[in-house]
């Protein structure tokens, strides 16, 4: 069967870094696109991140350039996100979803991620301290 698997979350002080894990099985990983999102209670859910793995391309939205960076290794089936200076609003819970492509629209004239993937994770809590 399909699974992603997220790791890596916790509890960390603002200003630190933190990189979370994204275990894929059961399907091509190389014929497929990684992203990653976020939901904090109470609040919509948010797109961080994309990688086609074939190509190793990446793809950030506007409100999320900066801080975030994405990765994957091949041979481990995983992709990556770190967060580096995490600050308080980035508590939440991150997961990861797969896809044949990353999927992007131009909204209120800003680059965004469509939450249009075939597998999703269960998602890793990530609580930034004050």
């Known amino acids: 069967e399909v699974r992603l698997v997220e790791s890596g979350g916790g509890l960390v002080q603002a200003g630190g870094s933190l990189r979370l894990s994204c275990a894929a099985s059961?399907?091509?990983?190389?014929?497929?696109?990684i992203a990653w999102f976020r939901q904090a209670p109470g609040k919509e859910r948010e797109g961080i991140s994309c990688?086609?793995?074939?190509?190793?391309?990446?793809y950030y939205p506007d409100s999320m350039k900066g801080r975030f960076t994405i990765s994957s290794d091949k041979a481990k089936n995983t992709a990556y996100l770190q967060i580096s200076n995490l600050k308080h609003e980035d508590t939440a819970l991150y997961y990861c979803?797969?896809?044949?492509?990353?999927?992007?629209?131009?909204?209120?004239?800003?680059?965004?991620?469509?939450?249009?993937?075939?597998?999703w994770g269960q998602g890793t809590q990530v609580t930034v301290a004050s």
């Open positions: 059961g399907f091509t990983f190389d014929d497929y696109a």
């Open positions: 990688i086609g793995i074939s190509e190793g391309s990446t």
């Open positions: 979803a797969a896809g044949h492509v990353c999927a992007w629209a131009s909204i209120n004239g800003a680059v965004a991620l469509r939450d249009w993937y075939d597998y």
